[in-house]
């Protein structure tokens, strides 16, 4: 898609269809008789639409990035650029909007003021949301990574560092997110959007986020010009789990604690005991960690590490893990009459 600056005008070529690398994998190696693509999309949009900057020169890349296609029957008919009145009208699976330098400042500056912005833009992000809901009905969280390129080393220049955050904070406010910029110095800013928080370093974006969100990230990341979108790692679910919520859960699991416990605390001699009590408990409550949503570690542990002593204090009392002095002081292990429970 191109914006016309001179009279804020929309344009869209028509879907392309595949790429060369995607023809090779259904149909394997091209032998340029059937179907098929000269280049890759990525290589077709920088030899073809980079630097385009009037409705001629975007009308022109058309033509030049269709005559990559080829049809088994050896006629490739070229469709025009039309008009689109409404960004939501798009159905296509990705959309690539090209801004010419004149029409980026004003779309930032018109984000900065809160006016009017691009009609539809945020209804297409939400259309993605739904489709994803749609196919997988399911609302959930997870620890992503969005790999990006801004030549950043050891550091940026004022123009450039000024440049790249207005971009993404235009690109991210765009999209439904909160920008919060940073307040100190080596810090970067942060876009929030519901209970998602990504950390905007120029190097990455990180943090949780909704898994239908992933595809609409990539999306509007894909449309940076001051950097470039390079990759996504998803690591760790993470729950949408209150503090109240954990305990319940662990509650739920009391049964299978308490045998871990006991299991941890088993040792191979009737006179040889456990002093440190405490890190054989911590070993067992780590296993019952998860990642939540606005949590640490150490909020969990807050929670994990008295529920875990609270059934060892029970064990202890009614001698399912039996107590001796040592000569480093009071030891514990699991009772000869207990080792069968978790056997």
């Known amino acids: 898609?191109?914006?016309?600056?001179?009279?804020?005008?929309?344009?869209?070529?028509?879907?392309?269809?595949?790429?060369?690398?995607?023809?090779?994998?259904?149909?394997?190696?091209?032998?340029?008789?059937?179907?098929?693509c000269n280049k890759d999309f990525a290589d077709i949009l920088k030899d073809h639409f980079a630097g385009v900057m009037t409705v001629e020169e975007f009308s022109a890349a058309n033509e030049y990035a269709q005559r990559e296609y080829r049809s088994f029957t050896g006629e490739t008919e070229i469709l025009p650029v039309?008009?689109?009145?409404?960004?939501?009208?798009?159905?296509?699976?990705?959309?690539?909007?090209?801004?010419?330098p004149a029409w980026k400042q004003s779309y930032i500056d018109s984000i900065k003021s809160k006016t009017e912005q691009p009609k539809g833009w945020k209804e297409y992000c939400q259309s993605i949301l739904d489709e994803f809901l749609k196919d997988h009905g399911n609302v959930t969280y997870s620890n992503v990574y969005f790999g990006i390129e801004a030549g950043y080393v050891k550091g940026m220049s004022t123009e450039e560092s000024k440049s790249f955050h207005d971009e993404i904070e235009a690109l991210f406010v765009a999209a439904g997110w909160t920008y919060q910029?940073?307040?100190?110095?080596?810090?970067?800013?942060?876009?929030?959007?519901?209970?998602?928080?990504?950390?905007?370093?120029?190097?990455?974006?990180?943090?949780?986020?909704?898994?239908?969100?992933i595809d609409v990230i990539e999306r509007f990341l894909r449309l940076g010009k001051t950097f470039s979108y390079r990759v996504t790692d998803v690591y760790k679910r993470v729950l949408d789990m209150p503090d109240e919520e954990f305990t319940e859960q662990l509650d739920a699991r009391r049964a299978e604690m308490t045998k871990d416990i006991q299991r941890v605390f088993i040792t191979k001699r009737k006179n040889l005991f456990i002093v440190d009590y405490d890190t054989a408990l911590r070993s067992v409550w780590k296993k019952y960690e998860v990642e939540r949503l606005d949590r640490t570690h150490y909020d969990n542990e807050r929670i994990l590490a008295p529920f875990a002593r609270g059934i060892f204090d029970e064990l202890v009392k009614d001698g399912r893990i039996a107590t001796s002095e040592t000569r480093h002081g009071l030891g514990y292990r699991t009772a000869i009459q207990s080792k069968k429970e978790v056997a």
Not at 18 to 27: L, Q, S, V
Not at 196 to 203: I, R
């Open 1 to 36: 898609m191109f914006k016309d600056p001179a009279d804020g005008s929309f344009y869209a070529t028509p879907e392309f269809n595949g790429d060369k690398a995607e023809f090779e994998m259904f149909r394997g190696k091209d032998d340029g008789a059937g179907d098929g």
């Open 181 to 213: 910029p940073s307040t100190r110095s080596g810090i970067s800013p942060t876009a929030r959007k519901g209970k998602q928080s990504l950390y905007l370093h120029p190097m990455h974006f990180s943090g949780a986020c909704l898994d239908c969100e």
């Open 82 to 100: 039309e008009e689109i009145n409404d960004v939501s009208s798009i159905s296509a699976d990705e959309v690539y909007i090209l801004n010419s």
